[in-house]
């Protein structure tokens, strides 16, 4: 039988089935398309130098990051996803863990007023004002989370808030893994 | 005037039309070669909060943002290639419209050739198959051909 | 209770095309009139539930019922009532129900209308058409139920996106799905032949006019989509490449080359299994669209919030209807003889290069919308495919068909002469370089590519003109009978020259909007001016207005060439409460030869406006030239020989006058 009869039904088998694997991919608890792996995995952590949110005395730059495993949490008073996923970083912080903040185009009362309100889980808060600190991080979306080890290396990077789910499975046996 | 950045622009935009349409003043640069040349990086990169828009499109924060970036490094020296590296190595190559040439895209650059050249190689086959292969219906009736001819208008021009 | 019995009328119309699909496949196969005459009633009663579900559907949107789920979801006391109905088919559920009443009514004018019909090849079209509608009424009854109650219901709805407030876009959708749906027909006609074993002219002859029908609602519905973007968006761009955008365009291109090769069929009874296989691919490539806005798989402006799950549905769909047709044609497409041969350079050698480039054009949108997908489920990583990957090779793939489409219609069929057909076309070729050299030497020499684009356009509208020109004869034969040829020139070559010279308005506004547009940005104060193209834009002053659903800053422009006002522009900026998110509404003067758009941007600190203006050359002629197109769609719809039955009135040959053609009974 000629090629060009077979050669349809052929394609399409095939796309068919790449439709089919990328459907069982995207399912229930699958992958979400629309997030961008980060490029940053298993990079150094980017150069950055970050001023204290107004009335606070900390300030955060990439020298406070290296030594330990952390968790370094991007967010903003203005975000609701920050505030749901905030309980889940409080626990982590009473765990041991050590986290730092990312505050990003915040005005400073609105800021100290989320802490205030939700708790602070963070040992150190940069305030990134202009955002540019986020732009070295690779951030695009709000609240990120960014898993660091202690040679100060990034090796994971959560996209969106961290749910109950994602800190059983993801974030909690990670940070465990690189603190020792 | 800004003679190749129109021919790139026709390119482009044959297809995307109409530039800009998120710059602000405040951010167009004094240097028109530099501005141009601003603005082709833009229209190039992907504005990643939104849904198919370059951060020349787009008036989302973080499009402008990296606006004013481009134009910083631009302003300081950076070659073209240099300011795009600068936001592929912080975002990946998914932040780029026009994919890069690499191994995984080998196929959706050489794609299009291929497939031009699978289809005049079938073309040109069944050309010379049928050429050579007189066809083989039997001839129609006086009946049927009279029927057909009703049918078709006698086969008259269109 | 209306929405119960909408649901009730849903379950009808399956059960109905369960015996349309059925019955006379059947009956066709067992030569049963009976079981092939079941089709006719079926295909009404089908209809007539589809459209009664579809009414008790609007009833719910109009009335604000918001115990309907999706009426809840998607609707609001507030809003206009044009939108309330144009909400019914705003969202997934709704607008599924459309598609199927579109299927519903093709497959009631093909029962009613196709009495001319070999009867087993009429009874096999509609039962493979029955066959789709129960795929996709069970799709809707097990996925995607528009009567889904909501309980408790809500008070008030959750409001209709505002970007879709408009009535350029309420109407995009009908169209679309009138292109998509209707190329069900040509699949229907195509599988049904290859079940009959047998593709002649006469098939061709009656595939037609849905297929033409189907291309040139597509054609208007992505025109609108198009403007519509290129208006309400507020930056004036009106393509994006945009995954569900191309979802639209691949059947539209296959379509068009469907069109064409079915022509060489009709008039040569060759390229049948080819023109078959294109009827398959053309509507799985609508289902392919479905499939991906409402899957979940692509991420897109367009794409319906929906899930996987009414994607695995969907996949089963395409793998059985799709699937099933193209196992038909590698099973029986073989014994279809090929007819005719010809040259190269020929009438249809000219249809094949069509075809060719068209199915080229396709695949490579086909490529570039779903490599990413491709990699991604391969695990290769993500990649983007924006704009610049299709500027860069779908344009150069489509311009032979820019000069060929003129050369084409001019050739004779089998053996074509060249020679004779650019002889007949100088004066086409004529004004299309002194165009191109005129435009050159205005632009100072340095844009060669937009002298090419307009000089290409002149050569499309010009020579689509010529050859009919030539035909009438004008200018060497007597106005009587030139008049005469008017009056008996089969409409088809009426709309050929119309759809290709649109072709050539189109290549002309994009060639001119993309090379020469002018843009001014900057801040204003009332009483500023700036100057734009010629033309002085001076800023009166912004002030607040309340609309119907919204907030919203109007700003005042006003346009002057010297000292005469051209126009009061009045752009806006909304705010709509409900949904709380913001619109920016473009303010645009249209003439025939450009636009001057204004928008209205953010107020800094010191009060002064952003302000943002374009003069677009020609931009008008981009949608002008592609409904042009469809009117020459439309003009070869009302050809005669489309209506085979239709008495023919014998002006030529007396001989036949007295015998009526045989009508299938």
Redesign the interface.
């Known amino acids: 039988m000629r090629l060009s009869f077979i050669l349809p039904i052929g394609i399409f088998a095939i796309l068919a089935a790449l439709f089919g694997i990328y459907l069982y991919q995207i399912g229930p608890g699958g992958k979400d398309i629309k997030q961008i792996p980060s490029v940053l995995i298993d990079k150094e952590l980017p150069e950055f130098e970050l001023p204290p949110i107004e009335g606070r005395g900390d300030g955060l730059n990439t020298s406070d990051l290296k030594g330990r495993a952390a968790l370094v949490n991007v967010f903003a008073s203005w975000c609701p996803p920050c505030r749901t996923e905030h309980p889940g970083l409080m626990q982590l912080a009473k765990e041991g863990f050590a986290l730092y903040g990312i505050n990003y185009k915040d005005k400073p009362k609105d800021a100290m007023g989320f802490l205030a309100r939700l708790g602070d889980p963070f040992k150190r808060i940069g305030a990134d004002a202009n955002g540019r600190a986020a732009i070295e991080w690779g951030v695009y979306g709000y609240p990120e989370s960014f898993i660091i080890d202690r040679t100060g290396r990034i090796r994971y990077k959560h996209i969106g808030p961290i749910m109950p789910r994602d800190l059983e499975m993801t974030i909690r046996p990670l940070l465990e893994k690189f603190s020792k | 005037m800004r003679?190749r950045a129109?021919?790139i622009?026709?390119?482009?935009?044959?297809?995307?039309?109409?530039?800009?349409?998120?710059?602000?003043?405040?951010e167009?640069l004094n240097d028109p070669a530099l501005e141009a040349r601003a603005r082709d990086i833009s229209k190039?990169l992907?504005c990643?909060?939104c849904?198919?828009?370059?951060i020349d499109?787009s008036n989302a924060?973080?499009a402008r943002?990296?606006r004013v970036?481009v134009r910083e490094r631009l302003t300081a020296g950076d070659s073209d290639d240099a300011v795009i590296a600068f936001v592929?190595?912080?975002?990946?190559?998914?932040?780029?419209?026009?994919?890069p040439f690499k191994s995984?895209?080998y196929?959706?650059w050489g794609?299009?050739g291929i497939?031009?050249l699978i289809?005049?190689v079938?073309?040109v086959v069944t050309?010379r198959r049928?050429?050579a292969q007189p066809?083989?219906?039997a001839p129609l009736t006086d009946d049927e051909m009279q029927?057909?001819e009703?049918?078709?208008?006698?086969?008259r021009?269109? | 209770m209306i929405a119960e019995i909408g649901h009730f009328a849903i379950t009808l119309a399956l059960i109905m095309a369960l015996v349309q699909g059925i019955a006379p496949l059947v009956g066709a196969a067992r030569d049963n009139a009976a079981w092939m005459g079941l089709a006719k009633p079926a295909a009404r009663g089908q209809f007539l539930f589809t459209a009664l579900a579809f009414a008790c559907l609007t009833q719910a949107f109009v009335t604000s019922d918001f115990s309907v789920a999706i009426v809840a979801a998607n609707s609001h006391t507030l809003k206009p009532m044009l939108y309330k109905v144009s909400g019914v088919w705003g969202n997934h559920e709704g607008s599924m129900l459309m598609w199927v009443l579109i299927l519903t009514i093709f497959g009631l004018m093909v029962a009613e209308f196709g009495r001319n019909l070999p009867p087993s090849l009429h009874a096999r079209v509609l039962g493979v058409h029955g066959l789709i509608a129960v795929g996709f009424f069970a799709f809707i009854l097990f996925t995607s139920n528009p009567f889904e109650r909501l309980d408790p219901a809500l008070l008030q709805g959750q409001g209709l996106n505002p970007l879709l407030q408009d009535p350029g876009l309420a109407f995009h959708p009908p169209f679309l799905y009138l292109g998509y749906v209707g190329f069900s027909m040509a699949f229907s006609f195509a599988v049904a032949a290859l079940i009959e074993g047998r593709v002649d002219p006469a098939w061709a002859r009656w595939v037609r006019p849905w297929t033409l029908a189907a291309w040139c609602a597509l054609t208007v519905g992505i025109a609108l989509g198009s403007w519509w973007a290129y208006y309400e968006l507020g930056w004036g761009g009106w393509w994006f490449w945009d995954p569900v955008e191309n979802a639209s365009f691949m059947p539209w291109l296959a379509g068009t080359a469907l069109l064409h090769s079915s022509i060489v069929v009709e008039k040569r009874d060759a390229l049948k299994s080819w023109t078959v296989l294109l009827a398959i691919l053309t509507f799985a490539l609508s289902i392919l669209g479905t499939f991906l806005v409402r899957s979940g798989v692509l991420t897109s402006v367009h794409a319906f919030a929906t899930d996987p799950s009414r994607g695995v549905f969907i996949l089963g769909l395409l793998v059985v209807i799709v699937g099933g047709a193209l196992t038909l044609y590698m099973i029986r497409a073989p014994q279809l003889k090929g007819g005719g041969l010809f040259s190269p350079i020929s009438r249809e050698g000219a249809l094949v290069l069509n075809n060719l480039v068209l199915a080229t054009a396709t695949a490579v949108v086909f490529l570039g919308t779903l490599y990413p997908l491709a990699l991604d489920a391969v695990g290769g990583g993500k990649v983007s495919v924006g704009a610049p990957f299709f500027a860069s090779t779908f344009v150069p793939i489509m311009s032979p068909i820019l000069i060929a489409c003129v050369i084409g219609p001019t050739l004779g069929w089998k053996r074509g002469d060249l020679g004779t057909a650019l002889k007949r076309l100088r004066l086409a070729l004529l004004v299309a370089v002194v165009v191109l050299l005129a435009v050159w030497y205005m632009a100072a020499g340095n844009q060669v590519l937009s002298a090419l684009g307009l000089g290409v356009a002149a050569w499309l509208i010009v020579g689509a003109f010529i050859d009919l020109a030539g035909r009438l004869g004008v200018f060497r034969v007597s106005l009587v009978e030139s008049w005469r040829r008017t009056v008996n020139l089969p409409r088809s070559a009426w709309g050929t020259a119309f759809a290709h010279a649109g072709l050539g308005i189109f290549v002309a506004g994009v060639t001119a909007s993309s090379s020469w547009q002018t843009e001014s940005v900057q801040l204003m104060r009332a009483g500023d001016s700036v100057p734009l193209a010629g033309y002085t834009v001076t800023f009166e002053g912004a002030k607040d207005l309340k609309g119907p659903n919204y907030n919203a800053v109007r700003g005042g422009f006003t346009v002057r060439r010297g000292d005469r006002v051209i126009a009061r522009l009045k752009p806006e900026k909304r705010f709509y409460p409900a949904e709380q998110s913001q619109t920016t509404e473009a303010a645009i003067h249209t003439t025939w030869m450009a636009d001057i758009y204004t928008v209205l941007g953010d107020r800094d600190e010191s009060g002064a406006w952003t302000t943002r203006f374009y003069h677009n050359p020609l931009v008008p002629w981009i949608w002008a030239g592609v409904m042009v197109m469809a009117l020459g769609g439309g003009i070869s719809l009302t050809d005669r020989r489309l209506r085979i039955g239709a008495p023919r009135r014998a002006r030529d040959n007396p001989s036949r006058a007295a015998s009526p053609v045989p009508t299938g009974s």
């Open positions: 003679a129109r021919l622009l026709l390119l482009l935009a044959v297809t995307v039309a109409a530039p800009a349409m998120a710059v602000e003043p405040h167009i190039i992907r990643l909060v849904q198919n828009q370059s499109d924060g973080l943002d990296l970036i592929t190595s912080r975002y990946g190559d998914f932040v780029l419209l026009k994919p995984t895209t196929l959706l794609g299009p497939i031009l289809g005049l079938a073309v050309f049928r050429a066809s083989d219906a029927r057909l009703k049918l078709t208008d006698g086969g021009d269109p």
